[in-house]
């Protein structure tokens, strides 16, 4: 999944950056207020990750902005803020969650998975269509009885797949989804990685259909 990180102190952000990607999403950082809302304006992001004492103003400031753009995409505030008052003030305003800093980074991660099930409607995570069973958490895809584990970007490139079977994905939202703003990447990219999952798939009932022009669906009998 696609996060955006909005975190001045860069030797955090590179911790969260590193813990985040190697569970295989694609994070986009943000040390400003400024900064984040033209992400948030221009790229596509499945959670926030926002710190609230900015260089720039108060990171309320852009949580406020964010809900009042009618704008849905999951909030987790990082704060050092611990009165019970700042924390209430907090998802009042609309933050889905908070974490207190310091923070453990797997309490953070577990948190993550938490908000984007809630967010989806989940309390479970595992996937099924068709005969293939889908483990985004444990990054495994079984098929027909058989355990393929997946690299980060099939990874994620299948859990967008798998999550509306029967759309048609473009390909510029797929890369705009698999990488970062700093990631130097043409749409031909993403053919690799459809590739690679097709072959993940073969013998099951499970197929990546290409249409021209348009990009790319999940389709199973």
Same mark, same amino acid.
């Given at each position: 999944?696609?996060?955006? /990180? ?35 304006? +221009? ?6 990750? $926002?710190?609230?004492? $900015?260089? *720039? ?11 009042? =753009?009618?704008?849905? +995409? ?18 009042? /305003? ?5 974490? +207190? ?13 938490? %908000?984007?099930?809630?967010?989806? &409607? ?5 996937? @099924? %269509? =068709? ?7 444990? =990054?495994?895809?079984?098929?027909? &009885? #058989? %355990? ?5 970007? #099939?990874?994620?490139? $299948?859990?967008? /797949? ?11 939202? $797929?890369? *705009? ?21 097709? @072959?993940?798939?073969? &013998?099951?009932? %499970?197929?990546?259909? +290409? ?11």
């Amino acid at each position: 999944m696609k996060f955006l /990180l909005v975190e001045d102190n860069q030797d955090l952000a590179n911790a969260i950056s590193s813990r985040m990607q190697l569970d295989g999403h694609v994070i986009d950082h943000a040390a400003k207020i400024q900064d984040a809302i033209a992400f948030s304006e +221009t790229g596509e992001y499945d959670l926030i990750l $926002l710190d609230i004492m $900015l260089p *720039d103003g108060d990171g309320r400031s852009f949580l406020k902005r964010h809900r009042d =753009g009618k704008m849905d +995409t999951p909030v987790i505030v990082l704060t050092a803020r611990s009165q019970v008052s700042d924390r209430i003030g907090m998802l009042d /305003l609309g933050a889905d969650d908070y974490v +207190t800093k310091p923070f453990d980074h797997a309490e953070l991660q577990a948190r993550c998975r938490a %908000v984007l099930r809630r967010k989806a &409607g989940k309390s479970q995570t595992v996937m @099924k %269509v =068709g005969d293939v069973v889908f483990d985004p958490v444990a =990054g495994q895809l079984t098929v027909n &009885g #058989e %355990v393929v584990v997946l690299r980060n970007r #099939e990874l994620r490139l $299948l859990e967008l /797949l798998i999550s509306a079977p029967g759309q048609i994905f473009p390909k510029g939202k $797929l890369v *705009d989804r698999l990488f970062s703003y700093d990631d130097d990447v043409s749409e031909n990219a993403v053919e690799v990685y459809i590739g690679r999952i097709r @072959k993940h798939l073969e &013998g099951s009932s %499970v197929r990546i259909t +290409t249409h021209r022009g348009l990009g790319y669906r999940l389709e199973h009998d």
